[in-house]
């Protein structure tokens, strides 16, 4: 065990240079970029990324996603690049864009690329991240700062119940933006890009941006084991300690199966929770716990509210979950439906 220090860092950056020597020295310390909190390690230093991995319990064939502050950074990290990898880092950097480029040989601790000719680099939009990363001084590896098969970490208080006694320090930013990870692009060829995890930066958003480039996907609920080609896909991720099953459909249909599971399972003692949007967490009166994901007028709050959400499920010892999957088509729908997929472990219902 070891003594995790946390910084309550509103925009003081006497304790945010602690944690950037930290950073620069070895040290593993968590962070608020815009989409989640980030478990920072050097990128060129192997021991500290090796660090990552054993205070995570992450499977080693699942590479790291590196940060960096400026654009002159990267030159250092990747052969060149095309011109459509620029396009893509104009329009969406500081974003929730990460992007999949060929890396140079001895730029970064081979720990962090899984062995592939590739990483994942992205530069957040967040100003206390951007500002570590700057003091730091080094390319910073940055896996969501979650224990493995954990829900991703929205605040800093879900940092520290994961990862207290494990890591070196937390940067404490308050709640995270975007709630969900960042989308993951790679080029397929000088014309397409291949979204390989879809994130804040969406679908509409892409295709409005790049309007002579052709976008591709992965299917949303793509079996895990069809050899995927974002290593971290392959892994049952955000799951809860409970059942979950992602229940699709029309709204009324939607409730109607639900409420018919909650009186199986109180009829055999099970403890219940429902996720639902605000329009119907009323309807659910039999399950022990009900969380609103907010309101269906407005997708980008459930994705802020779903992972601390699944949280609380766990914290009440809830053995058996009911998602709504009826998410507006769109957007960041799009990812929200992808995690409560991956969460549901493809438990999936259609009504
Ligand atoms: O929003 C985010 O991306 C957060 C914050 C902290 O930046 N980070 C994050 O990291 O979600 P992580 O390690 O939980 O997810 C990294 C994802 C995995 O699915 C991994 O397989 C994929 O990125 N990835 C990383 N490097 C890759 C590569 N070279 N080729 C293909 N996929 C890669
Ligand atoms: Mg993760």
């Not at 950037?20 to 968590?30: F, I």
């Not at 250092?76 to 329009?91: F, Q, T």
């Not at 990870?181 to 958003?205: C, K």
């Amino acid at each position: 065990m070891m003594d995790t220090k946390i910084w309550q860092a509103n925009g003081h950056t006497q304790s945010l240079q602690e944690a950037a020597e930290l950073l620069r020295n070895g040290g593993l310390v968590a962070f608020p970029t815009e989409t989640v909190y980030g478990l920072g390690a050097n990128a060129a230093d192997n021991d500290a990324v090796q660090g990552i991995f054993r205070a995570k319990g992450r499977p080693s064939d699942n590479p790291l996603i590196v940060h960096i502050a400026d654009m002159e950074q990267l030159d250092g990290l990747v052969e060149p690049y095309p011109p459509l990898a620029r396009r893509l880092m104009e329009k969406y950097w500081p974003g929730p864009l990460t992007l999949v480029l060929p890396v140079k040989a001895g730029a970064l601790s081979p720990l962090v690329t899984a062995g592939l000719p590739t990483v994942g680099v992205r530069m957040p939009d967040h100003d206390l991240a951007l500002q570590l990363l700057r003091q730091a001084g080094c390319p910073v590896a940055a896996p969501s700062a979650n224990l493995s098969g954990r829900p991703s970490p929205t605040t800093a208080d879900h940092v520290a119940d994961d990862l207290t006694g494990r890591i070196d320090g937390i940067v404490d930013g308050g709640a995270t933006g975007v709630g969900l990870e960042s989308t993951v692009v790679e080029l397929a060829n000088a014309e397409t890009v291949r979204i390989l995890r879809p994130g804040g930066v969406t679908m509409e958003s892409l295709t409005a941006a790049l309007p002579n480039i052709r976008i591709i996907r992965e299917g949303l609920f793509e079996a895990d084991d069809q050899a995927p080609r974002s290593p971290g896909m392959k892994y049952t991720h955000y799951a809860p300690k409970g059942e979950l099953y992602l229940v699709r459909g029309q709204p009324s249909a939607v409730t109607a199966y639900i409420n018919d599971e909650l009186m199986q399972a109180e009829a055999v003692g099970v403890k219940t929770g429902v996720l639902a949007f605000r329009e119907r967490t009323h309807k659910y009166e039999a399950a022990d716990l009900v969380e609103d994901c907010g309101s269906e007028q407005n997708v980008e709050e459930a994705a802020q509210r779903l992972y601390g959400a699944l949280r609380r499920f766990d914290d009440e010892g809830i053995e058996r979950m009911w998602a709504e999957g009826c998410v507006p088509d769109g957007g960041i729908g799009e990812a929200l439906l992808n995690r409560l997929a991956k969460a549901a472990g493809h438990r999936i219902v259609n009504t």
